[in-house]
């Protein structure tokens, strides 16, 4: 099995920069994609970003295209998130989850508030 977990949220104003991170554990060679949703409130969950696992291809949602950069540490089983530019439509909690062989697991999330 794999387990994720985040870490690194917390508030900024707008135009500030805050960097979210996502520990991969288990079996991290199983792994096929570890992507960023983020939920606000009274909204449904909402893709921000992926990254393939092996070829570290990205992909990012319209919104946050340009501003947010999603990456991979080589040395740790690691994702991280680089938000820059940030906004106040951002604030949300941020999940972090792991498409792996034996399905998609979620972490707990990481509270974003971005104050105008």
């Known amino acids: 099995q794999v387990q994720v977990g985040e870490s690194g949220g917390g508030s900024v104003q707008a135009g500030g920069s805050l960097r979210l991170s996502c520990a991969a554990s288990?079996?991290?060679?199983?792994?096929?994609?570890m992507a960023w949703f983020r939920q606000a409130p009274g909204k449904e969950r909402e893709f921000v970003a992926r990254?393939?696992?092996?070829?570290?291809?990205?992909s990012y949602a319209d919104s946050v295209k340009g501003r947010f950069t999603i990456s991979r540490d080589n040395a740790k089983a690691t994702v991280s998130l680089q938000m820059n530019s940030l906004k106040f439509e951002d604030t949300a909690v941020y999940y972090c989850?792991?498409?792996?062989?034996?399905?998609?697991?979620w972490g707990q999330g990481t509270q974003v508030t971005v104050s105008s």
């Open positions: 989850n792991a498409n792996y062989i034996g399905g998609v697991v």
């Open positions: 288990g079996q991290t060679s199983k792994i096929y994609t």
């Open positions: 990254i393939n696992w092996s070829t570290r291809s990205t």
